[in-house]
């Protein structure tokens, strides 16, 4: 990926603790990096080290202590939690390690989700979603429940459903992690795909060098800081 | 109708829960209802009085009788239109466990003032014209089997001796809330004998009921009754129809009190039975809505899903509740016999019972949506798997 592109994600000197119990137990200590629009990146680490935490700031799902945050051109960390709620649904995508699919919606009516918070008609949303279900070769499984599905199918209706409001970044937090080693190439291939068709900019936690070894850019953080990728 | 679905899908999530949840709530709202119109029937005399009628009784006690001739003087009070006067009876149809209000009234006179009973024409000529005759509620006659011709035996309490009649007549109410199940028989029958057999008991009367040329004339008209017969040997107690009623239900206004807050307890525990069924529903859900408000959607989202499945249960076994309410209250009353004269699930009632249910489901709403509101986006996704 090309280093000139426009960061679409800048991350200047964030710092994240938690308090567990009377102590305060650091997660994030001054981490700043860029991410290029475009980019495919992967964040790697040792449990505890910070990665999740630090992408579900970069969703807007979670706040740092203190530190600038700016993704998609908006200071992140200066909006209330209506503002947030409001700018995640138009500019993050997100692929969770257990998919997170409501159960009692089928695989249509999960993607369709996301579209409800925009002022598409009941008939654009559905041609969205089809096409959606199309991408990921899921016509057929269309009114399957998620529990009718496989992992891999179920992991596809995530990703449509993260995919159906062409959000600016899509977040996976180790999307494969649920899966078996055929099912999880499918899936890190369509993400892949997501990336290099689509220029979708793709932020992906993972503990799988295989998984990592899709990514442009890896980068690895170890108690909170980065470490040389 | 996205969110409608998803609200009815996830009430049918857990169906055995719902199902029971559902349950409680159709016993409780139904509970509610059959007590509410236990209450209501024990108000039914009341709520059946005319404004243009006073009872007239002994001011010692209702036990004490009046002299007949008071009659005479009352009606020329102004703002009287009619009087008539009325006897309990008291007697007991073949045992004790039969009871139902008889009374002996001057016929013409009381039916003209009671126009809610409608008794066929025919009917009440045969009943003018037979001393022994007796015209019966519609509800009373269906309890017992009586029908014109039919002869019935009271055996007397108050007034001793056997006494038989024919029933020679059967009247309806005009109104649901009218009392049928009432046994009116001539007063001079009851004179007539009673002259034979306790000459000092003879013409006298239980109470006057006195028609007024118009409601606003009540406070005027029962001043007036009772200074007229001040210092008299039976002084009077004059009172509206509605007041005369109530004192009857005051006399038991512990039992009315005790139905009223078991029918309010009833709701109480199943809004808590309700709550819980929430609240394990909320918990079980952290990840959906953590989910749910990822994807950007608001508290208010949530809250709207929390309480449409709520309310959405609720309904439904309130709505199953009101529904057997009717035939339930239907059953009770035929087994309480002729306890209840009136016994109508009434519109109010059912009124009460649908806001019961609506509480019931908001209410245990109310914590779960304040939750699901408040989660923590990054926690409630750690709850997965």
């Given amino acids: ?229 | 109708m996205y969110f409608l679905k998803l609200i009815v899908r996830n009430a049918l999530r857990h169906r055995l829960r719902s199902g029971l949840t559902a349950l409680g709530i159709v016993v409780a709202i139904l509970a509610f209802g059959v007590l509410r119109t236990v209450v209501d029937a024990w108000y039914a005399g009341a709520a059946a009085a005319s404004a243009t009628r006073l009872v007239t009784r002994n001011a010692i006690s209702l036990v004490f009788p009046l002299p007949l001739t008071y009659m005479g003087k009352i009606r020329q009070i102004d703002g009287v239109k009619s009087v008539s006067h009325a006897n309990w009876f008291g007697g007991v149809y073949i045992t004790e466990k039969n009871f139902f209000p008889q009374f002996a009234v001057q016929a013409q006179s009381y039916f003209a003032l009671y126009p809610e009973f409608v008794v066929d024409p025919g009917q009440m000529r045969e009943f003018l014209r037979d001393r022994k005759g007796a015209i019966v509620g519609r509800k009373l006659a269906t309890t017992y089997g009586f029908k014109p011709g039919d002869q019935v035996s009271l055996r007397g309490t108050i007034f001793p001796g056997n006494w038989e009649f024919v029933v020679r007549g059967i009247y309806d109410g005009a109104e649901a809330k009218t009392d049928t199940s009432q046994f009116f028989f001539h007063w001079n029958y009851l004179n007539e004998t009673m002259i034979k057999l306790a000459p000092r008991r003879a013409n006298t009367v239980g109470v006057y009921v006195v028609g007024l040329t118009s409601a606003d004339r009540a406070a005027a008209v029962t001043a007036a009754i009772d200074a007229t017969f001040r210092n008299s040997l039976a002084e009077t107690l004059t009172e509206t129809e509605q007041a005369f009623q109530l004192g009857f239900v005051s006399m038991t206004e512990a039992i009315v009190v005790a139905i009223k807050i078991v029918s309010f307890l009833v709701i109480f525990i199943i809004m808590a039975v309700m709550a819980n069924t929430m609240a394990m529903t909320a918990r079980e859900r952290t990840a959906e809505y953590a989910t749910l408000k990822a994807l950007g959607f608001g508290p208010l989202a949530l809250a709207a899903m929390i309480f449409g499945e709520s309310l959405a249960i609720a309904g439904a076994g309130g709505l199953i509740g009101v529904v057997l309410t009717f035939p339930v209250a239907e059953r009770f009353a035929a087994e309480m016999g002729s306890l209840f004269p009136v016994f109508n699930v009434g519109r109010e009632t059912v009124a009460m019972q649908v806001a019961a249910a609506l509480l019931v489901g908001a209410v245990a709403a109310c914590l779960p949506a304040l939750r699901a509101a408040r989660i923590r986006i990054a926690e409630g996704l750690r709850n997965v798997g």
């Fill in chain 1, 1 to 229: 990926m090309s280093n000139t592109a426009q960061p679409v994600v800048e991350i200047s000197d964030l710092v994240k603790s938690y308090r567990r119990g009377e102590q305060i137990v650091p997660v994030l200590t001054g981490i700043t990096f860029d991410i290029a629009a475009g980019d495919f990146v992967a964040l790697m680490g040792p449990s505890g080290s910070g990665k999740s935490t630090l992408l579900n700031m970069i969703a807007g799902i979670d706040k740092p202590d203190s530190g600038s945050l700016r993704v998609a051109g908006t200071d992140i960390t200066a909006l209330s939690e209506a503002g947030l709620a409001d700018w995640r649904s138009r500019n993050v995508g997100f692929i969770f390690q257990f998919y997170n699919l409501l159960p009692v919606l089928t695989a249509f009516e999960n993607i369709e989700l996301p579209l409800l918070l925009t002022d598409l008609s009941a008939r654009e949303r559905g041609e969205h979603v089809a096409a959606a279900l199309s991408m990921m070769g899921l016509t057929d499984r269309s009114d399957h429940y998620p529990s009718e599905l496989s992992g891999g199918q179920q992991q596809r209706v995530a990703i449509a459903r993260a995919i159906i409001t062409d959000p600016t970044i899509l977040v996976a937090d180790e999307p494969t992690g649920d899966l078996d080693r055929v099912s999880a190439a499918e899936i890190l291939n369509l993400i892949e795909r997501l990336n290099r068709e689509l220029g979708k900019t793709v932020i992906m936690v993972t503990h799988d060098p295989q998984a990592a070894s899709k990514a442009h850019t890896v980068r690895h953080l170890e108690k909170g800081e980065l470490s040389a990728g």
